[in-house]
């Protein structure tokens, strides 16, 4: 599995002190207007918080908010959420729960020429716990919502902070059968897991596989992606996952046995028997004998080109 996602799924077990608010801004040099304004080398992220993985489309996200920064400054009426932590040493750290994608934007803007020295922060007073900023992740007001796998990440997080699926529905606003499934997600295979992750397979197929296959699920992710494959996909969506029905390719398998076919042809037409068949039979196979012999001059058989276009309509 993707070291990546290795982290996303550990146990987060950090343990929050609150600070001062005065204190800590006053230390970093943080101005006040309407926000606290921060200077964005103070501004700290909580070791392994962020639930996003970091794919393809979330890079392209994170470019683009760059580029917004870039042309139009970084917008007051988005700030960061904030959280002040005292150190075991009693100094305090400035953490931000919530805009990890604007503040990696800011930077990346920063080194492209953006003047950019502080970012405004909306700061928690106390009484705000690690169990409301896990909530937060979810039920947070501004940025790009988490995806399935994501948010399947913070319900096991709150899972494991020994929340039942009742207050976990209430708090996050997502329906106990949904919180099931994402925890059911968070229980299969780690291919499939991150498949869904990297965006390669949808939670819905990726569960709907589940509930089918059971322990035999990765066999049929396997199948689908082999199909994909040679559909020349990237991403295994249902379609791939249905067993097509069986047709019998006619034309195909007369042109395959046409040489035994007139093996058998020629082998009656000589039995001895061959008199004791009615005549109609006679004539009819000696008709085709004639025909397949005129063919080409050889006596072999001659395959009638409209099998092959038939043939290439049924592949």
């Known amino acids: 599995m993707d070291s990546q996602l290795k982290l996303l799924e550990k146990d987060f077990d950090k343990v929050l002190v ?9 230390d970093t040099g943080s ?22 993985v ?36 009693g100094t305090q750290t400035i953490f931000i729960y919530s805009g990890h994608t604007r503040l990696a934007a800011a930077k990346i803007a920063i ?8 970012l405004p922060v909306v700061v928690s007073t106390h009484g705000l716990n690690m169990d409301d900023i896990t909530v937060s992740l979810i039920r947070g007001n501004g940025g790009k919502s988490l995806s399935y796998y994501e948010s399947a990440i913070v319900c096991k997080r709150l899972v494991r902070l020994g929340w039942d699926l009742d207050v976990i529905s209430k708090r996050t606003g997502i329906t106990v059968p949904l919180i099931k499934n994402r925890l059911d997600l968070m229980a299969a295979p780690a291919k499939l897991r991150e498949m869904v992750a990297m965006s390669e397979m949808s939670a819905t197929l990726a569960i709907e596989l589940l509930n089918t296959h059971g322990s035999k699920v990765m066999d049929a992710v396997q199948n689908a992606v082999d199909v994909a494959t040679t559909e020349g996909k990237t991403k295994v969506k249902k379609a791939q996952t249905v067993s097509k029905p ?8 007369v042109k395959q046995a046409a040489p035994k076919l007139y093996e058998a042809a020629t082998q009656v037409h000589k039995d001895p028997g061959f008199a004791g068949l009615s005549q109609d039979t006679r ?13 080409d001059g050889k006596g072999q058989p001659e395959v009638d080109p409209r099998q092959t276009d038939i043939e290439e309509g049924q592949s």
Not at 283 to 295: A, F
């Open 54 to 89: 970091m794919n393809d489309a979330y890079k392209a996200h994170i470019r683009s908010l760059a580029d917004s920064i870039l042309s139009e400054g970084f917008f007051q009426e988005c700030p960061l959420a904030g959280y002040v932590n005292k150190n075991d040493d």
């Open 283 to 295: 004539d009819l196979l000696e008709k085709l004998l004639t025909e397949i012999q005129s063919g």
């Open 31 to 52: 101005g006040s207007r309407d926000l606290w304004q921060v200077p964005i080398n103070e501004i700290q992220v909580i070791e392994d918080l962020n639930p996003r």
């Open 246 to 253: 069986f047709v019998f390719n006619q034309a195909k398998f």
């Open 111 to 118: 080194l492209e020429g953006a003047k950019l020295e502080k």
């Open 18 to 26: 609150p600070g001062s608010i005065k204190i800590a801004m006053k």
